[in-house]
């Protein structure tokens, strides 16, 4: 069965200062990836995917993650963080076939120090 | 297009009450999904409806859960009897059917319960 693994609960960064939130999967096919992100009280937006083709997938609001088949990981970047930045975010896998729905990691909480 | 729509937003009940939520998805999505989401998890899954047929369901929706997706348009997820490891998240999810590869699962804002 599919996994995902969030090694990180909680990372604080200074505000400026470049991010790396971890995710490891475990999938046996070629798997969709997904970062998603939480703030407060709201629901899940998605911040990128991959499905396919380049391993270096960009996203919304700066974002940038790095699929390595070999490592098992998607790991999700920024170069410089904003004090907004501040949230829950989860990386998820999707069952390529079928109802595809997405198994979600325990997510890694961001706080941003000024 | 104004999203998914979940309400309420926020539902407070004792132990032993039944209490329904509503997800309203995005108008031509004919897929529906139900996740519950705890303090500290990620999102689980619990169901997903095709139109209205409901052709999937976690372990985790016990005896006590209900979804129903009449006509395929909105849905409604219930819980009977509900005792407080019920409190969670939940969260109601939408998409079209892909011709091929996947399509994004859009989530609504979620209804928080809380059993006293």
């Known amino acids: 069965a599919q996994s995902v693994t969030q090694p990180d609960i909680h990372i604080t960064v200074s505000e400026g200062a470049s991010l790396e939130l971890r995710c490891n999967y475990s999938?046996?096919?070629?798997?969709?990836l997904f970062w998603y992100v939480q703030s407060p009280g709201q629901g899940l937006q998605l911040l990128l995917k991959y499905f396919s083709g380049d391993t270096l997938v960009q996203g919304i609001k700066g974002f940038e993650a790095e699929f390595k088949r070999s490592q098992s990981s998607f790991n999700l970047r920024k170069p410089s963080v904003h004090w907004s930045d501040a949230a829950e975010y989860f990386c998820?896998?999707?069952?390529?076939?079928?109802?595809?729905?997405?198994?979600f990691g325990t997510g890694t909480r961001l706080l941003v120090s000024p | 297009d104004t999203g998914v729509s979940q309400n309420p937003r926020h539902k407070i009940t004792k132990r032993g009450q039944n209490v329904t939520f509503r997800c309203d998805p995005i108008s031509e999505h004919n897929r529906l999904y139900w996740y519950r989401q705890t303090l500290g998890q990620g999102p689980e899954f619990l169901t997903y409806?095709?139109?209205?047929?409901?052709?999937?369901k976690s372990r985790l929706l016990s005896d006590r859960f209900s979804a129903e997706r009449p006509k395929g348009s909105f849905s409604t997820l219930e819980i009977q009897r509900t005792e407080q490891g019920d409190s969670a998240m939940y969260l109601c999810?939408?998409?079209?059917?892909?011709?091929?590869?996947?399509?994004?699962?859009?989530f609504g804002p979620g209804t928080r319960l809380t059993v006293l």
């Open positions: 999938y046996g096919a070629t798997p969709y």
């Open positions: 409806f095709q139109n209205e047929a409901q052709l999937e």
């Open positions: 999810a939408s998409s079209s059917k892909p011709g091929t590869g996947y399509n994004e699962q859009f």
């Open positions: 998820a896998v999707a069952v390529a076939t079928g109802f595809q729905k997405l198994v």
